[in-house]
């Protein structure tokens, strides 16, 4: 059976099949919000789901029908799950709908975890996932010893 992981860290996303690394983002968070002002505004989510979508989507189908281990290491997806460790992909369109309506309307500004959020549905949508289990912890306890 596949495992599918997502590594979050400040300096990179990494994505990882069967514990071999598919591709690997520089820049994390900030990359897919490059262009964005101290201000977030819809537009900068819009831009952030057509990069998060050009670096997904050649590895897409590798995913369909699988679950993703995310390994937050920054922490931020967290709080917007409410402590769950498995988020159905209702629950992960639910909270990008809550997040985008806050950017929408000035109260949300933490880039970081906006990006987050944007990567992990753009990649429960394109990738078709069956779930996600949020992970704080060690790399090597998702990914194995790579």
Known sequence: MSQQCLIIEQEAYELWLDEKLLTRLPGGAASLLAGAGPQLREIDIETAIEHAEDWLMPFSKLFEGLQLQVLDRNGGLRSYFADHEYCSLEQVEQVF???????VHGRE??????????????????????GIVLNIGDAASVIGDT
Do not use: F, M, P
């Open 97 to 103: 709908t809550n997040v985008h309506y806050e950017v």
């Open 109 to 130: 500004n933490n880039k970081n975890s906006v990006s987050d959020i944007v990567l992990l549905r753009e990649l429960a949508h394109h990738g078709r996932l069956s």
